[in-house]
């Protein structure tokens, strides 16, 4: 059975700050991908980062930036210097490679940047 | 168009009533999905095509929802009976291939009442 897990329902922080958000994920696969997705208080779900098992290597996009560790079976975000526009619901999904392809999503963390 | 579109945005059922839910993905992704989405919940996965070929429906919640994508492009999502717990946003996502990363419309909110 695959799972993700995101223990951080609600995170407020004020403008400016680095935030991380934790994703830990389960899954028997060994060749899996794991996602980050945005989804801003219009609704739509906004696609930010995919990785595969076979990379480790951490990425940085501009603010964001993505520390995906197998040990530990996490794939955490960092934005780092937040802004008021970053407030949202970050989804963090696994995907493994097996038959009858789907997503897994976790709940979701509620991200307030304030002024 | 440029992106995954849905129609219609919003719907008011009265409890028992079927509905038809469309998703247009974007032209040339292979692959489908449907999802539901509770207040305050994440995306719960209800289907997969691969161009018209169904291959995972596995998270249909009963056999009142059916979802068919006869010439592997536009997709329905139908409900009979729909019931109060049907209640729910419904989103539809497609992609190049499974693995690669899935691209939403801006889902069909579904009320029941």
């Known amino acids: 059975a695959q799972k993700v897990t995101q223990a951080q329902t609600e995170i407020s922080v004020v403008e400016k700050e680095d935030v991380t958000l934790d994703c830990v994920y389960e899954?028997?696969?060994?060749?899996?991908?794991l996602f980050w997705y945005k989804q801003p208080p219009s609704g739509e779900l906004v696609f930010l980062i995919r990785r595969n098992s076979f990379d480790e290597q951490n990425e940085i996009s501009g603010r964001y930036s993505w520390n995906f560790q197998k040990s530990t079976s996490s794939f955490n975000f960092t934005i780092t210097a937040s802004q008021v526009v970053d407030s949202a619901v970050y989804f963090c999904a696994l995907s493994a490679d097996n038959y009858g392809q789907n997503f897994v999503f976790g709940p979701g963390t509620r991200l307030s940047v304030l002024p | 168009g440029a992106g995954v579109s849905q129609s219609p945005r919003y719907k008011v059922a009265k409890r028992g009533q079927d509905v038809a839910l469309r998703c247009d993905p974007i032209?040339?992704?292979?692959?489908l999905f449907w999802y539901q989405q509770a207040l305050g919940q994440g995306p719960e996965f209800l289907t997969y095509?691969?161009?018209?070929?169904?291959?995972?429906k596995s998270g249909l919640p009963s056999d009142r929802f059916f979802a068919e994508r006869p010439e592997g492009s536009v997709s329905t999502l139908k409900i009979q009976r729909t019931q109060q717990e049907d209640s729910a946003v419904y989103l539809c996502?497609?992609?190049?291939?499974?693995?690669?990363?899935?691209?939403f419309g801006p889902g069909t909110r579904l009320t029941v009442l």
């Open positions: 899954t028997r696969d060994t060749t899996y991908y």
């Open positions: 996502a497609s992609s190049l291939s499974a693995y690669n990363e899935q691209f």
């Open positions: 095509f691969q161009n018209e070929a169904q291959l995972d």
């Open positions: 032209s040339g992704h292979v692959s």
